[in-house]
Each structure stands twice: as structure tokens, then as C-alpha cells.
């Protein structure tokens, strides 16, 4: 079962997906210098973009979800990246694994509210 919580990085360019768990794991860790550990998602795609795979760890162990379309193809997520991993939304992702198209990326929540111990307030 996909989390619904927590981040999910497409990695930016097309890949084997062949891969699988240490593969995968790999491009993560080498690519895109993050640990493939730490509860993200990471989302893959082949160069025709007809499959994608989603590699997660769900606290005991390594999961690979693969989708296969049976008609048309997966956007196009590598093309407007510079390199580094795409940040996607669980919506967004849902909204790519269903075979829709990504045209905008418009936050709609705030964002997460980062607690400061009141100590480390400097006083005004």
C-alpha cells in the first residue's frame, strides 16, 4: 500500500526499468544523492514512457509498484527538469500514475510549519 504521506521525487531522465530493487535503489542513492531509506517515494519511467515504477521503503522493506499503460504514454516529467529529481505532490502522482498530464505544478497548501524551541527566540 502507497503512504499518503511524505515526499515523492521523480528521478529526471528515462530509465531501465528492468531495474529493479538494487537498481533502483542505486540511482537513488548515486543520482540523486538521497537515501532511498528514508519513507520518500522515487518515481521512474522508461525512455517510451509506457511503464513507470515507484520505489518506496515501508519501514520493513523495499517495495516496487509498477504500471504498465495500456494506451498512450506517461508525461513528460525529465523534460523540464535541470538535472536534479522533480518533486511531486501524492495528488500529482496519483493524477501521473492514472496517465494524466502534468501542466502546472501550483502549491494549494501552506507550508509545513517548522516548530522552534521559544528559547531560541532572540529577544526583540
Not at 537513488?28 to 544523492?33: A, E, K, T
Not at 531509506?37 to 521503503?57: E, I, P
Request: positive net charge; proline residues 8%.
Amino acid at each position: 500500500m502507497i503512504p499518503t504521506r511524505g515526499a515523492v521525487f521523480a528521478f529526471p531522465a528515462p530509465v531501465d526499468l528492468r531495474n529493479g530493487f538494487n537498481g533502483l535503489y542505486a540511482l537513488v542513492f548515486r543520482h540523486l544523492d538521497r537515501d532511498p531509506l528514508d519513507g520518500a517515494l522515487y518515481l521512474f519511467t522508461n525512455a517510451k514512457r509506457t511503464s513507470a515504477k515507484v520505489l518506496h521503503f515501508d519501514g520493513t522493506g523495499l517495495c516496487i509498484y509498477h504500471k504498465r499503460l495500456a494506451r498512450g504514454r506517461f508525461a513528460s516529467l525529465w523534460q523540464r527538469a535541470d538535472g536534479s529529481a522533480v518533486t511531486l505532490t501524492r495528488a500529482e502522482l496519483a493524477l501521473f500514475l492514472e496517465g494524466c498530464r502534468l501542466l502546472d505544478h501550483q502549491p494549494l497548501s501552506p507550508p509545513e510549519i517548522t516548530r522552534i524551541p521559544i528559547a531560541a527566540i532572540p529577544p526583540s
